[in-house]
């Protein structure tokens, strides 16, 4: 699967030209790491293509295959990223993520259209994937959606922050939390003139988990169903709420 050219939208994550449930069986490793260093190095972000590139990539976590605590990685030429050795906002530096890679003698090389894949979705997308599921997480049924319904005393459609100090998940571009402060936009069911502080209720128990709070300054604009009725305010969607659509909630008379 050769790393096509194209324009930088193209190359951010996700790439639907190339579905995980493709290059997971192609790939003879995948791993979560980190670049420690990388010749030769790139400052300038603002190019369309970049060289090739040979990093040192240290393995937080082995996902497929076999890997010691450190790997050679080298990333093809004409690829419209590059790596970095420090973190960078530009999606045109990779710094850290999934590295999906195919042996080249005795070091891997970047497999793909992506070849690091480090946005929000990414660990997640794998995990299912890995596990034999699809790639993407189903959504809410009505069913479940009307039984959130009845039981919430509160559905709001607000902006969810994650707190800073209660991450569950780590990626590179953004962490999540399993507590967050809602600001309400719109309240379709009971009371919420101020912002409010929730935590997340029980989740199903899936490969790489099904959702959290963005730990981002701008949050997350959803539909959120709350549960006031006992301790502190608590999320009770169990699927992500970004998916979900007005029309979808059953509001009664």
Same mark, same amino acid.
């Given at each position: 699967?050769?790393? =096509? /050219?194209?324009?930088?939208? +193209?190359?951010?994550?996700?790439?639907?030209?190339?579905?995980?449930?493709?290059?997971?069986?192609?790939?003879?490793?995948?791993? !979560?790491g980190t670049v420690e260093s990388?010749?030769?190095?790139?400052?300038?972000?603002?190019?369309?293509?970049?060289?090739?590139?040979? #990093?040192?990539?240290?393995?937080?976590?082995?996902?497929?295959?076999?890997?010691?605590?450190?790997?050679?990685?080298?990333?093809? #030429?004409?690829?419209? !990223?590059?790596?970095?050795?420090?973190?960078? $906002?530009?999606?045109?530096?990779?710094?850290?993520?999934?590295?999906?890679?195919? /042996?080249?003698?005795?070091?891997?090389?970047?497999?793909?259209?992506?070849?690091?894949?480090?946005?929000?979705? +990414?660990?997640?997308?794998?995990?299912?994937? &890995?596990?034999?599921?699809?790639?993407?997480?189903?959504?809410?049924? =009505?069913?479940? @959606?009307?039984?959130?319904?009845?039981?919430?005393?509160?559905?709001?459609? $607000?902006?969810?922050? $994650?707190?800073?100090?209660?991450?569950?998940?780590?990626?590179? /571009?953004?962490?999540?939390?399993?507590? +967050?402060?809602?600001?309400?936009?719109?309240? !379709?069911? $009971?009371?919420?003139?101020?912002?409010?502080?929730?935590?997340?209720? =029980?989740?199903?128990?899936?490969?790489?988990?099904?959702?959290?709070f963005p730990v981002a300054t701008?949050?997350? @604009?959803?539909?959120?169903?709350?549960?006031?009725?006992?301790? +502190?305010?608590?999320?009770?969607?169990?699927?992500?709420?970004s998916m979900l659509e007005r /029309?979808?909630? =059953? &509001?009664?008379?």
């Amino acid at each position: 699967m050769p790393t =096509p /050219r194209s324009s930088t939208a +193209a190359a951010q994550d996700p790439n639907p030209s190339e579905p995980l449930s493709e290059l997971v069986p192609a790939a003879d490793l995948i791993v !979560y790491g980190t670049v420690e260093s990388v010749d030769p190095a790139i400052t300038d972000i603002d190019q369309d293509v970049f060289p090739v590139q040979t #990093a040192t990539v240290h393995v937080g976590e082995v996902m497929k295959g076999d890997a010691s605590e450190t790997i050679s990685v080298t990333k093809p #030429a004409d690829t419209h !990223y590059a790596l970095v050795g420090e973190a960078n $906002g530009s999606y045109d530096a990779k710094h850290e993520g999934i590295f999906v890679l195919k /042996r080249s003698g005795d070091a891997y090389e970047l497999f793909g259209h992506v070849g690091v894949h480090d946005d929000a979705g +990414a660990q997640r997308a794998f995990a299912r994937v &890995l596990a034999g599921q699809r790639e993407q997480i189903s959504t809410a049924t =009505p069913a479940q @959606i009307a039984e959130w319904a009845k039981e919430a005393e509160i559905i709001v459609f $607000g902006r969810a922050e $994650g707190d800073a100090d209660d991450v569950i998940w780590h990626t590179p /571009r953004v962490d999540f939390s399993s507590s +967050a402060t809602i600001t309400p936009i719109e309240v !379709y069911k $009971g009371e919420m003139s101020e912002p409010l502080d929730v935590v997340l209720g =029980p989740q199903p128990d899936v490969p790489g988990g099904t959702w959290a709070f963005p730990v981002a300054t701008e949050g997350n @604009i959803a539909t959120y169903f709350i549960d006031t009725s006992s301790g +502190a305010p608590t999320v009770i969607n169990t699927a992500q709420p970004s998916m979900l659509e007005r /029309r979808q909630i =059953p &509001l009664g008379d």
